[in-house]
Structure formats: C-alpha cells, structure tokens
C-alpha cells in the first residue's frame, strides 16, 4: 500500500519552517525520505528505522513513529535551494532482506525569497 | 565515479514501437529496480531484480520486459502493449542489506509521438 503523504504542496517564505507527514496503513520498518528538483533524479535525505531514533541532516529532521505508522519530515528556517518534491518510501513487504520501496505522491515545496 | 548511468535522457518513440532504455551501475549493488513517474503520481515500480538472471514484477509491470544477464545492467524495454508509456523513467540501485538506501539514476524521459 503506498504511503499518504501531506500536505500535498507548500509554499514557504525563506526562514520559515515546515513539517510533511508520511503515514501508512501498515506496520512500518523503515521510512527514506527523498527529495527531487524538476526533471532530476530523487536525492536521498534520510532514513527512519524502527526504533524511533530522529535523525538530521542540518535544517533538515525527521521523526518516525511506529505507533502511529507515522513519520514526519521538519525543515527549519527553510532556504530558497528546499524548493522541490518530498517523496517518503516505505517497505514494499515486511521480513527480511531488502524489498523495494513505495513511495507517496509527494509533497511539493517551494521557498519563495 | 560511481554511479548509476541511464542512456538515452530523451527519447521519441512513434506508436507501435518497442524502446529500450539503458541502465547501467558501478556500485557493486545486487538489487536494482525500475520506476516510472508520472505528475501527481509518485513513483511507481516497474520491475526489480536481486541477483543477474532473476527479476519479479512490481506493480505496473504490464508493457515492460526486463533482463538482468549481467550484475551491473537492468534494460528496460517498453513495448508498444504499453498503453501510455509517456513518462519520466528512473532506474536505481541498492544492496541487499534489509532497509538499505536506494540510489537513483538521473532518469530518461520518453515521449510517444
């Protein structure tokens, strides 16, 4: 089942902060977020495991909650170069070994000076 | 460098016609996969394969034909029973460690005329 993300789009003045939600209706292992500019390829932010752990990567955090199959992508005193497509992938099947990902349709940011 | 190589960027295809698009990785990476993406649509998994000569379908396999003869190539055929295969093509990569980071390559764009 493919992950819901939301909002669907975003518009942002530089400096302000944002949060995207990705939730699914099954047990979450993993969550990988991603980021793509118009035609490029999607660029990997970071990963959720179970566990909880919150992960960052300057301005940029993330939270996972196993509980709600829940993870939530925070982007603070947010920058013109955010601008893009949010895509978070989940587990296609639990278990193990590796699995493909499904994706959300993506939530569009754009920063805006 | 490593990387994932996708030839061509673009291409035309006429109505009726098989195309083959090209995927080529360095990475020493065991599983690779194919997606397609369309507006508003996400990401959707064409085909993947975890080991040279097997490959699965995913969820919009119907159209598309695969090969995996060597480890490091994934060609992607788009046959003319895809209906509407106009569509931006990712292909990516990754190991087999269970919730490992999938890697994408920069895309082609194929347009039906």
């Known amino acids: 089942q493919q992950p819901v993300q939301s909002p669907q789009a975003v518009i942002l003045r530089e400096g302000e902060d944002a949060v995207i939600n990705c939730s699914s209706s099954?047990?979450?292992?993993?969550v990988h977020w991603y980021r793509q500019k118009h035609g490029e390829a999607p660029v990997f932010l970071m990963i959720?495991?179970?566990?909880?752990e919150q992960k960052g990567h300057e301005k940029i955090s993330a939270s996972f909650n196993e509980k709600k199959q829940q993870s939530s992508l925070y982007l603070t005193a947010s920058q013109l170069s955010y601008s893009g497509t949010y895509f978070c992938?989940?587990?296609?099947?639990?278990?193990?070994?590796?699995?493909?990902?499904?994706f959300g349709k993506g939530t569009r940011l754009s920063v805006i000076a | 460098d490593g990387g994932i190589t996708q030839s061509p960027k673009y291409l035309f295809r006429k109505e009726g016609q098989n195309v083959t698009l090209s995927c080529e990785q360095n990475?020493?990476?065991?599983?690779m996969y194919w997606y397609r993406q369309d507006p508003g649509q996400g990401l959707r998994l064409i085909y993947y394969?975890?080991?040279?000569?097997?490959?699965q379908k995913g969820d919009i396999a119907e159209g598309y034909s695969v090969s995996r003869e060597k480890k490091e190539s994934f060609p992607l055929t788009v046959t003319s029973a895809q209906k509407n295969p106009t569509a931006f093509y990712l292909c990516?990569?990754?190991?087999?460690?269970?919730?490992?980071?999938?890697?994408f390559g920069e895309g082609s764009w194929l347009t039906v005329v």
């Open positions: 992938g989940t587990p296609r099947r639990m278990g193990s070994g590796n699995t493909p990902l499904v």
């Open positions: 990516a990569s990754s190991t087999l460690v269970s919730g490992n980071t999938i890697y």
């Open positions: 990475l020493n990476h065991d599983a």
């Open positions: 099954k047990a979450l292992y993993s």
């Open positions: 394969s975890q080991i040279v000569n097997d490959f």
């Open positions: 959720l495991l179970k566990g909880g």
